[in-house]
């Protein structure tokens, strides 16, 4: 008896696929939310309550901000790719020049000015390797992850590079399993009843067509339930491969179009909420009950206590569009002002909840502030993972300190946006040519077209309604010259006048 | 205008995806054909024609033939996973000890006996990391491939390793794109009639139902064909990403079922064949055309000049299953002695050609003898990567001295083989738990039950119809030794006797 138990003790290390003296490395999910506002949710990330936090339930946003530490000021770029590429490369934006949103091969989605000649960014997207004009080359945290031993799982919306480059590909990033993820950054449908996108002969009707689902064609499936599906599949091989697994739950939610996602729709129609309005939320809560299904995946896979999630959006609320919603544009992040693609706090900041047993203090809440690329690091961190090598420089910082509260990186830190393009077809407040610093309290904005600095205390102004540039002259040179400063060591872009052909001055080369 | 011109020239490498210096790498097809006989074809890779090169039409074999070389004595193990992972690894069965077929995690597919209490083998295939019991660990040479800059692509069969474990997910050894490769090693049909084997609600009917084909469900596409159109599109998009690519087209085909390609069918109906006699020739007439569509493909596309292909088949043709086929048992892989599962050479002998533009004088011939797991060194050195780390020995040669006439590197070599197992259900000449030796002309069996060892001189008889075991003693004692040597030294596994539990000898512990 005594024998075949040390016998038992003695194969543990193998049978849990540990070889003796390894330390189990922590499963890590991030759950990235596209499009997804600061106020779109019941959990309150400002200091009050909004109108928008009664409105919205999202129940397991709550339950995971409970487990762990809530960030009140997380930030990212305004727009979908600058974000995702940022995220990849641990590259700030202004760096890596994926500046706007990327879907064709050699094509910018620029829109166009009267005044200036934008840059020529980089249109493609990143790569793995060289060999693409127009793209930016770096080794992903993913493949650096996939390298140590971890299952690396894709599942949503990559948008990383355009049709028929290296970057349209997850798996040339580290993935292991695809599920759905190409060049595109939006889906044509959320319904099933429309095959997401596909002809009844199975042909993609658009570029948005989402790729990979035909098994849940036309089984009244929405898509974020789908992939939801999906990921819980992968999940299930990821424990049976019993490797430590990385998954990156990228959801096409909340990205317009605002389909109905009928298992919620009829709860906030009865809330008294408009049709549109109804749907919006009612894909703000099918986001949420897949955030609830992984968390109950791991309870259930007694995975909970071994796994770090960390929930985030890519960029602000969608609140330049007509027609998606009836609430008015750009207030629906309030009371952050205007949404994606704006200099503004509604285009950049970010709902973000990292949980991590045995680290993270449970129902804790930071207002230090981070950016996407700090993600890079931190989840290397995270994995135990130190001594890579890539070849761009790693311009984010981990963050594990504020997890563990054993220190501040943001400390003296400067954040940085860089967009020398022009969103096309949208309009509104802070949605042009700019480049931004954030500096402790204040904030700068700098419009290349105009010239025009503003200037924000943050926490004194959360809604930038006081540009108090004109009575802190001090303040705004300093910022300037450290935005400029920046952005010249980095290499950034800017554009040009097409009046004179000339370079726009960089922020600290004009008053 | 000499400006322009100067400009466009300097730019060229770039374009190209090169940086000044680097040399372009080659693209490297691997065409590995399921279950094909040494004479399933047109080309006849014996010294004489046999009726079988006289019934078959290979056109594109004998094209690539033409191309480049032909290997008379190209070897590979007895069974599919043990050749698969030995291609994968660059190390022989003996020592990977995947040396039967793998399909369920924890489940050997070894038939019984009554004498022989079989090896606890790798029963989970390969793996690329340690954490699964009863697998192999290994980096693969795709995994280096990828890592050097190769977009890879994997088509059609892995069979790598059992359902549920890590070997059964061809992106786990480096390939970034998976065309239809899981755990399984057979597939329940051809027909998209019956949606390759699933149900009309889209739910495999088998552990065979080849995945990811649902696009031509009920479009009347046979299986080869489909995975012909999927490895082109994979092609275009590789060519689109402007990296070198590996492409291993490993056909489904011909293994069985016997199903009808209708392309061809008729045509050798014509000639007089049998129902079951046709349809086996327009499998192979259906793969063939494969191969044709992928040479197209690369003269269409300008890389004809600079790819490389590899034909190779898995193990020999399948003989042993009555109700298949209207010719006797064991005889159509003549003048070779049985087939797939066999120790003898209609076992392990296989049809190979190599085309390498530049390198591989066309229309040539070698009849030095090479190993399967000769694949990985060669595959390196064609792609110019030296220096490679690996947590496996490599057991196998490159053969690039064959293909540029420069040296013979199985000069004084020896080949082994292991096979301490039970083909389940199968029975015939051959068929048992054996190992084998080939060292020169000659070639030992040593035959785990019995202990019986056969010695046969393969030039002189092909067809080992003639054991000179008996008159030729020293030979056999020095093969034995040479053979005993081997597996001991790459801690090969045997079985034990039932009635006595004690270790069956090795080949030269016994006379």
Redesign the interface.
């Known amino acids: 008896m005594k024998k075949t138990l040390l016998f038992s003790l003695a194969m543990l290390p ?6 003796q003296g390894q330390e189990k490395k922590p499963n890590i999910i991030l759950f990235l939310v596209d499009d997804m506002g600061w106020q779109d949710t019941s959990l309150p990330f400002w200091n009050q309550k909004t109108m928008y936090n009664e409105r919205y339930e999202t129940p397991n946003m709550e339950r995971l901000a409970r487990q762990g530490m809530m960030f009140t000021q997380a930030y990212a770029s305004s727009i979908s790719s600058p974000t995702r590429c940022s995220l990849m490369t641990g590259c700030n934006a202004a760096r890596h020049r994926v500046t706007n949103w990327t879907l064709e ?1 050699n094509k910018s989605t620029d829109g166009e000015t009267d005044v200036l000649n934008l840059p020529d960014w980089n249109v493609n997207g990143i790569a793995q ?5 127009h793209t930016f080359v770096g080794t992903s945290f993913v493949e650096l992850l996939r390298e140590n ?1 971890y ?1 690396t799982i894709h599942c949503g919306k990559a948008h990383w590079g355009a049709i ?3 970057g349209e ?1 997850p ?2 990033f580290g ?3 695809n599920i759905c993820g190409h060049a595109a950054g939006g889906l044509a449908t959320y319904l099933s009843e429309q095959n997401y996108g596909h002809d009844e002969n ?1 042909n993609p009707t658009s570029l948005m067509a989402i790729p990979g689902l ?2 849940y064609w036309q089984t009244g499936t929405f898509a974020t339930e789908a992939l939801t599906q999906e990921a819980l599949k992968a999940l299930d ?1 990821a424990k ?4 430590p697994f990385y998954l990156y739950m990228s959801h096409y939610a909340i990205h317009i179009p605002i389909d109905k996602d009928m298992r919620f729709f009829e709860k906030y129609k009865q809330k008294g909420l408009s049709d549109k309005e109804a749907a919006y939320a009612s894909l703000i809560e099918g986001m949420d009950k897949s955030l609830g299904d992984i968390m109950d995946w791991l309870e259930k896979n007694g995975e909970a206590d071994n796994t770090i999630i960390l929930f985030m959006g890519d960029n602000g609320g969608y609140a330049s569009g007509s027609g998606w919603r009836d609430e008015p544009l750009f207030t629906q992040n309030y009371p952050l002002t205007a949404g994606k693609g704006s200099a503004y706090e509604g285009g950049i900041r970010e709902p973000m909840i990292v949980a991590w047993p045995h680290v993270v203090k449970p129902g804790t809440r930071c207002d230090k502030y981070l950016m996407i690329e700090d993600y890079y690091p931190t989840i290397l961190e995270m994995a135990g993972i130190k001594d890579y090598h890539t070849p761009q420089p790693i311009d984010g910082i981990s963050f594990v300190p504020l997890l563990k509260q054993t220190g501040d990186p943001s400390d003296g830190r400067s954040l940085y946006w860089n967009f020398p393009n022009i969103w096309a077809g949208e309009h509104g407040p802070g949605i042009a040519a700019t480049c931004t610093i954030r500096q402790g309290d204040w904030k700068l904005i700098y419009f290349y077209e105009t010239g025009k600095k503003e200037l924000y205390n943050i926490p004194d102004d959360i809604s930038e309604k006081h540009d108090v540039a004109a009575s802190h002259p001090d303040i705004v040179k300093q910022l300037s010259a450290d935005l400029g400063a920046y952005l010249r060591s980095v290499d950034a872009q800017r554009p040009a006048f097409k009046s004179t052909g000339k370079l726009v001055p960089w922020p600290d080369e004009v008053e």
Not at 14 to 19: C, F, K, S, T
Not at 129 to 133: A, E, I, L, R, W
Request: proline content about 3%; some cysteine; charged content about 20%.
């Open positions: 193998l049978v849990n696929g540990m070889a091969k390797v060289s060999g693409t004009d031993g299952h028929d480059t290296p590909n798996c040339h993935f292991e399993t199975g035909e098994h091989k049976a491969y019993n490797q």
